[in-house]
């Protein structure tokens, strides 16, 4: 009687010993899952974060940059043209320009 | 049931437990990352789209500006050019009164006339450099003579010489010197700039640029 009833309380605190090392088994899964959960979440917030330092913003001053300098250059060369057409175009009309003026200036009106 | 399979079932419950338990938390992180990324898309879409518009917007400006200074330096040009004009004309009529010619003292004998006819009165003084005074006090008594048809009575007039330099022409004033006109050669140009002007622009420029 005795024996069996030691073999029963063996197999009892085996049960229990069992039942310990499934708690042990799920609160390592609890705390791997919240490490899994926290680097996650680091590396979402890096993510974000990575975006303040992505050069895309500097690219594209950089290319806006070129584009007016280019536009500026355009304007430049646009209006040397004309101002080479004006010299050229007032140059072949100065002097009937002056006949105007000094025959404006000496007529009288009587 | 068996101890043995109690012990089976335990643990088959926990190890079923902690793979959900994980499965759970890779589903949650997977979702956060995944969240983020789509996130920072659309944040850098959106910056992106801001910093497009805020360079535009500069460059238009830098380009106006550069437009602006152009056209600016283009005015210069044209100026410049009439000025010119008005210089070299100045000249040009200093070097006619030089001469004296027939042409040039008819001139003057106009200039005193409309000065004449400007003013009210019948007595004046008409004063030039002492070449011109020269040049009207040999055609005086014909202006007076048409100095009163002008005036519809007998007009007199008077020639003094100015000490300051000048072009040619005259100033024409009222014996008691209350009306006066300046019909001096380098004040019938600057009038001229300004009548004129534009009617320069024209032929200089041809109504181009």
Do not use: C, H
Not at chain 2, 24 to 48: C, G, H, P, Q, Y
């Amino acid at each position: 009687m005795i024996r069996i009833l030691s073999i029963e309380i063996r197999e009892l605190q085996e049960v229990i010993e069992q039942e310990k090392a499934a708690e042990e088994r799920v609160r390592r899964a609890k705390e791997e899952a919240q490490e899994i959960v926290k680097r996650a979440r680091e590396k979402a917030e890096s993510i974000v974060q990575a975006l303040e330092s992505d050069p895309y913003k500097e690219k594209l001053r950089q290319a806006k940059r070129e584009e007016t300098a280019r536009k500026k250059a355009e304007i430049e060369e646009e209006f040397k043209r004309k101002i080479q057409i004006l010299d050229k175009t007032a140059e072949e009309s100065f002097e009937k320009a002056v006949e105007y003026v000094v025959k404006g200036t000496l007529s009288a009106e009587t | 049931m068996s101890i043995l399979e109690l012990k089976s079932e335990i643990e088959g419950k926990a190890e079923e437990e902690a793979s959900r338990i994980l499965q759970e938390a890779k589903v949650e992180a997977e979702r956060m990352i995944s969240e983020a990324n789509a996130r920072a898309e659309s944040l850098k879409d959106e910056r992106t789209k801001a910093l497009i518009r805020e360079l535009e917007t500069e460059g238009r400006a830098e380009l106006a500006i550069a437009r602006m200074n152009k056209k600016g330096e283009l005015l210069r040009v044209k100026s410049e050019w009439a000025n010119r004009v008005f210089e070299e004309s100045g000249k040009r009529i200093g070097q006619i009164a030089e001469k004296g010619t027939a042409e040039y003292r008819e001139l003057l004998g106009k200039l005193v006339l409309e000065g004449i006819a400007k003013i009210k009165g019948n007595e004046f003084i008409v004063e030039a450099n002492s070449r011109d005074v020269e040049l009207i006090r040999k055609e005086l008594r014909t202006i007076m003579e048409t100095a009163a048809k002008i005036k519809n009575e007998k007009v007199e007039v008077r020639t003094r010489a100015f000490g300051a330099a000048s072009l040619g022409g005259v100033v024409v004033t009222t014996k008691d010197m209350a009306q006066y006109y300046n019909n001096t050669l380098e004040a019938r140009l600057s009038v001229a700039r300004q009548n004129l002007g534009g009617e320069v622009y024209k032929i200089l420029f041809k109504g181009g640029e």
